[in-house]
């Protein structure tokens, strides 16, 4: 019996995911569960999900329980992303909005089932929750 290479055991795998594709698609799944994993990036998108017009970052400060400082980061990384766009209006005194995009308006149903979930099971782990410190 042949010996396998690591170019075979690396066909193999990718045989076992499917294909490429598939490898890509899982990468890419990774990739936004590594921005979302950040601390309170789903609760700030959470309010964008349901948001009928843009958010004023003041707004967005009143309703969650946070830093500015994590606040600012989190709008900016996902400004990056195309999560949620800026709008900035040549106002006195100075006015900027945030807007969900189409990217996370298509993750409203996701954020509904939890929703429905949380009311569920979410009580029996409150527990669990901790008040961290809120650091970077």
Known sequence: ????????ELSR?????G?????EAENAVRDVLSLFGKKY???????FAFSEGGLRFK???ARLDISSTTLSNR???????EYVERHSYDEVP???????????HALTHIFEDLYDWAGTYAAEDRHLVRNE???E
């Open 1 to 8: 019996m042949a010996e396998s290479t690591a170019s075979d």
């Open 75 to 81: 709008l900016a990384e996902l400004t990056e992303a």
């Open 19 to 23: 294909h490429l594709e598939d490898l």
């Open 94 to 104: 100075p006015r900027v909005e945030y807007v969900a995009t189409e990217k996370t």
């Open 41 to 47: 990036t789903l609760a700030i998108m959470y309010e």
């Open 133 to 135: 410190p809120d650091a």
């Open 59 to 61: 707004d967005l400060d």
């Open 13 to 17: 795998s990718d045989d076992d995911c």
